[in-house]
């Protein structure tokens, strides 16, 4: 059974920074494409980052430049580096793991930039 735990969220000020962690458990980490999304009050679920085994990156036009995504298969973590926050970028930030034909996700992580 795999679980994902996300730790790093929290309040900051707009301009400042943020990293999110998110450790998994079992054995098919390494081999999987992980993610990062995100969903705030009354919108819809979207993903901001997401990275593949092969280490090649995608990331939502809107943090583009500002937010990094990384992954240590070592460790079975991924994090996603938050720079220059923005109020918009207030949400619940959840990890996503998909290896075919399943994917997982965490438990979700306030983040919360103020004005």
């Known amino acids: 059974q795999v679980q994902l735990v996300e730790s790093g969220g929290g309040l900051v000020q707009a301009g400042g920074s943020l990293r999110l962690s998110c450790a998994a458990s079992g054995s098919i980490f390494s081999l999987s494409t992980l993610g990062w999304y995100r969903q705030a009050p009354g919108k819809q679920r979207d993903m901001v980052a997401a990275i593949t085994h092969g280490y090649s990156t995608n990331y939502a036009d809107s943090v583009k430049g500002r937010f990094t995504i990384s992954r240590d298969n070592a460790k079975n973590t991924v994090y996603l580096q938050m720079n220059s926050l923005k109020p918009e970028d207030t949400a619940v930030y959840y990890c996503?793991?998909?290896?075919?034909?399943?994917?997982?996700w965490g438990q979700g992580s306030q983040v919360t930039v103020s004005s």
């Open positions: 996503w793991m998909a290896h075919a034909p399943s994917d997982y």
